[in-house]
T-cell receptor
Framework: RKEVEQDPGPFNVPEGATVAFNCTYS??????FFWYRQDCRKEPKLLMS???SGNEDGRFTAQLNRASQYISLLIRDSKLSDSATYLC???????????FGQGTTLQVKP | NAGVTQTPKFRVLKTGQSMTLLCAQD?????MYWYRQDPGMGLRLIHY???????AKGEVPDGYNVSRLKKQNFLLGLESAAPSQTSVYFC?????????FGDGTRLSIL
């Protein structure tokens, strides 16, 4: 079983739609959680950290469920510019090492 | 605002040649990482460093060596390049939380 699992998609949605991605992780000792965004042929960039209380940044909402060991990302009012691959990322130790999911591809269409 | 800088950005090698990829960061981060990313796969950790003078193996270290002689630099070496090492290589740095990425090196081995 992979340490971090995501549905690779692709998710094809119309502009303005709400879309949600889930991610599960296997290590219950995981400490920090992030969502990164990666555009085609570019480097991954931090989208947002994920906190136990949940957090929101504009149209993006991230949630963490420690009991079920999953993380979610909700995107409201999708824009064409949201088209990218979204990487679920987990930090499990004190070496700063991150475990990356395979990524979920989102394609927003006009 | 350099952040993490990788050189070179592109390179084509012949099988058996050697080369070194350079990663430099100006954020005074303790931790540095080298990843490779192949089509349909997530980021895989090659080697990492938790401080100047220290290195450790990641998930896929075979065929690569690294050195961290200065805190700001992390070098990735291929002693005898093989076609299986054709990939996009990303360097990242962090202070223990989320990681900042360079914009990648596209390496082809013929």
């Amino acid at each position: 079983r992979k340490e971090v699992e995501q549905d690779p998609g692709p998710f094809n949605v119309p502009e303005g739609a709400t879309v949600a991605f889930n991610c599960t992780y296997s290590n219950s000792a995981s400490q920090s959680f992030f969502w990164y965004r990666q555009d085609c042929r570019k480097e991954p960039k931090l989208l947002m950290s994920v906190y136990s209380s949940g957090n929101e940044d504009g149209r993006f909402t991230a949630q963490l469920n420690r009991a079920s060991q999953y993380i979610s990302l909700l995107i409201r009012d999708s824009k064409l510019s949201d088209s990218a691959t979204y990487l679920c990322v987990v930090n499990t130790g004190n070496t700063g090492k991150l475990i990356f999911g395979q990524g979920t591809t989102l394609q927003v269409k006009p | 605002n350099a952040g993490v800088t990788q050189t070179p950005k592109f390179r084509v090698l012949k099988t058996g040649q050697s080369m070194t990829l350079l990663c430099a960061q100006d954020m005074n981060h303790e931790y540095m990482y080298w990843y490779r990313q192949d089509p349909g796969m997530g980021l895989r950790l090659i080697h990492y460093s938790v401080g100047e003078g220290t290195t450790a193996k990641g998930e896929v270290p075979d065929g690569y060596n690294v050195s961290r002689l200065k805190k700001q630099n992390f070098l990735l070496g291929l002693e005898s390049a093989a076609p299986s090492q054709t990939s996009v290589y990303f360097c990242a740095s962090s202070s223990g939380g989320f990681q900042h990425f360079g914009d990648g090196t596209r390496l082809s081995i013929l």
